[in-house]
């Protein structure tokens, strides 16, 4: 049983453009929604994170925005540059909690043209 | 400051032979975590150490599978007897409680079972 769906799957945009990645969660536990950007032959670096007391958190560019009582998130990235070109990924996990992994989504992959 | 590292980068294993992975977290962090990621897929959960201990490994695929990290600080993921399935990138994290999900990933280890 997946936990957490990701979509669209693959994602192409031009510069300047916004780039938008849902997520949906199943388990209610989950309070802790971070964002994951893998370049190839790299681990996945933080990117941004929120907890259900907001609903939205902006960080430069990059901006989540939750909705509990649909148990969505979703990722947007103003002013998309070539440079974000890579694979994202949602996770949820518990916060400070006994139970310290994420789960994944399964990625995204988002070109920005030139 | 020094992330996360993982080595060897690549390994190719013969099917049966047996494998180490090892990581090296951030020094001090003492979560320490291990995913497995396959191919186009995001990571999945394997174990989950705190200090030395051993707190979740409700995730390894079989008992095959081991991990250890004797001295609170170093982790060696070990698979016995390889099979071709077990061909995917082993990514290690680690962090530094309470935010436990604050996760630094290396850049894993691409294990290919031939």
């Known amino acids: 049983q997946q936990q957490v769906k990701q979509s669209p799957q693959s994602l192409i945009v031009q510069k300047g453009g916004i780039s938008i990645i849902n997520c949906a969660y199943e388990n209610t536990a989950f309070d802790y929604f971070p964002w994951y950007q893998q370049f190839p032959g790299k681990g996945p670096a933080l990117l941004i994170a929120?907890?259900?007391?907001?609903s939205e958190k902006k960080e430069g560019r990059f901006t989540i925005s939750f909705n509990k009582s649909a148990k969505q998130f979703s990722l947007h990235i103003m002013d998309s540059q070539p440079g974000d070109s890579a694979t994202y990924f949602c996770?949820?996990?518990?916060?400070?909690?006994?139970?310290?992994?994420?789960?994944f989504g399964k990625g995204t992959k988002l070109s920005v043209k030139p | 400051g020094a992330g996360v590292s993982q080595s060897p980068r690549y390994k190719v294993a013969k099917r049966g032979q047996d494998v180490a992975l090892r990581c090296d977290p951030i020094s001090g962090h003492v979560s320490l975590f291990w995913y497995q990621q396959a191919l186009g897929q995001g990571p999945e959960f394997l174990t989950y150490?705190?200090?030395?201990?051993?707190?979740?490994k409700s995730g390894l695929p079989s008992d095959r599978f081991f991990a250890e990290r004797p001295e609170g600080s170093v982790s060696t993921l070990k698979i016995q007897r390889t099979q071709q399935e077990d061909s995917a990138v082993y990514l290690c994290?680690?962090?530094?409680?309470?935010?436990?999900?604050?996760?630094?990933f290396g850049p894993g280890t691409r294990l290919t079972v031939t």
């Open positions: 150490f705190q200090n030395e201990a051993q707190l979740d």
């Open positions: 994290a680690s962090s530094l409680p309470p935010v436990t999900h604050e996760q630094y």
């Open positions: 929120i907890r259900p007391d907001v």
């Open positions: 996770a949820a996990g518990n916060y400070g909690g006994s139970q310290g992994n994420l789960i």
